[in-house]
């Protein structure tokens, strides 16, 4: 049963469609077509709106109209740093709760994620590396860290660096490393292989502007 408002799930899905480039960088969320996309009515979408502009997805008027918040290189540096602090708390929570119902899951959506990359569907697989590294963190049960993750998610180059060349196919490694050592409930391992994916993709993006 799902708990969440419908405040909520509407941020949730604007969330990942931002986080995932679905949704790029600079455009305009225009409540009326949200709400008809979603068949909701204006109101869960405008409080939804304001919750993503106190995260600092979008900016503007809410009322109108917000924008989603352009890339801020000068801020990546410490998102960074911010990021592996916490995401690998997360995995490492995860670690000590995983079932093998949920690793199963999870090894659905990393098998959908390398699929999408191999039919050159760049859209649809950075929607399905959210969604893995999202149900992947709901495991650990750390609700007030996860959302400070979903802040710096907001700030952080992922469109950038899904896009270089070659990093499909390095995330698919990395995934199944992170699979395997939550198979082998290794919460050291684990927080091991999350730091090196998340460290991976920053230093493909910097050698790529280099």
Known sequence: ???????????????????????????RLKQAEIAEELRLSITPVREALKLLEAEGYVNGDSYRGARVVPFDAAASAEVLNLRLLLE???ARGTAEKITSAQIAELRDLAAEFESAFGNGDRAAARWVNFRFHRQMYDI??????????QILWARYPFDLINAVEGR???AVHEHEEILLALAANDPLATMLAMRKHIESGWDILKAKSA
């Open 88 to 90: 690998t708390q997360l």
């Open 168 to 170: 499909g196919k390095d």
């Open 1 to 27: 049963m799902d708990y969440r408002t419908k405040e909520e799930q509407v941020a949730d899905y604007l969330r990942e469609r931002i986080i995932s480039g679905v949704i790029p960088r600079g455009s």
């Open 140 to 149: 650990a049960q750390m609700p007030q860290t996860l959302q400070f993750v």
